[in-house]
């Protein structure tokens, strides 16, 4: 059964400094992943997606991820945040084909 | 394009009333879902729609949730009766195609049963 857990509950972080919002993965087969960003009030919103290729993907609003199959990680990146970052960023995978499955969530604070 | 409308935004009922969320996914999607997301925790399928035929509905609690997709375009989800645990957001979203393609999501409808 494929399972994700995202290490991190909160992350604060101040603005323009590197962020890293860690997700890693449960899964026998292939698999597609994917990095959803939920301001609030709002619904989920796509950042970036992993179905195969290079394992560095790039998104939307400066985020980067990059898939490791050997750590069974999707970790996200971003090399300086803004304010206007601050939300809840979910990681999801599914096996080709299957069910969506979202992590817990990490909520990302950026302070001035 | 228009994005995935869901109504109401909010609703607030009392334990054992029931309850419909209204979702009209984007034009030419053909899977619908339906997610559950309870405070402090990621979003939980409840079930997924392709056109207007059932896919997976194997973590809806049908004796008490019961959904529909007439037409293959708008869906409705029902609660009845409704429980305190079923306070939440209910997230709808639609994908061009299962699989690779993105779900789009709607705002969502708060539910508070008190």
């Known amino acids: 059964a494929q399972s994700v857990t995202q290490l991190d509950s909160q992350v604060p972080v101040f603005e323009e400094a590197p962020v890293e919002l860690r997700c890693n993965y449960s899964?026998?087969?292939?698999?597609?992943l994917f990095w959803y960003v939920q301001y609030p009030n709002q619904g989920l919103q796509l950042l970036l997606k992993?179905?195969?290729?290079?394992?560095l993907v790039k998104g939307i609003n400066g985020f980067e991820a990059e898939f490791n199959k050997s750590q069974t990680s999707f970790h996200l990146r971003k090399p300086s945040v803004h304010i206007s970052d601050t939300a809840e960023y979910f990681c999801?995978?599914?096996?080709?084909?299957?069910?969506?499955?979202f992590g817990q969530g990490t909520e990302l604070s950026v302070k001035p | 394009e228009a994005g995935v409308a869901q109504s109401p935004r909010y609703k607030i009922i009392e334990k054992r009333q029931s309850v419909a969320f209204w979702c009209n996914p984007i034009?030419?999607?053909?899977?619908l879902y339906w997610y559950q997301q309870i405070l402090g925790q990621g979003p939980k399928l409840l079930i997924q729609?392709?056109?207007?035929?059932?896919?997976?509905d194997s973590q809806l609690p049908k004796d008490r949730f019961s959904a529909e997709r007439l037409k293959g375009v708008d869906s409705t989800l029902k609660i009845q009766p409704a429980k305190l645990e079923d306070s939440a957001v209910y997230l709808c979203?639609?994908?061009?195609?299962?699989?690779?393609?993105?779900?789009?999501f709607g705002n969502g409808t708060r539910l508070t049963v008190t």
């Open positions: 979203a639609s994908s061009f195609r299962h699989g690779q393609s993105p779900l789009h």
């Open positions: 899964s026998s087969v292939s698999v597609y």
């Open positions: 992993y179905l195969s290729g290079s394992t």
């Open positions: 999801a995978v599914s096996h080709q084909g299957g069910k969506l499955i």
């Open positions: 034009s030419g999607h053909a899977t």
């Open positions: 729609f392709q056109n207007n035929g059932v896919v997976d």
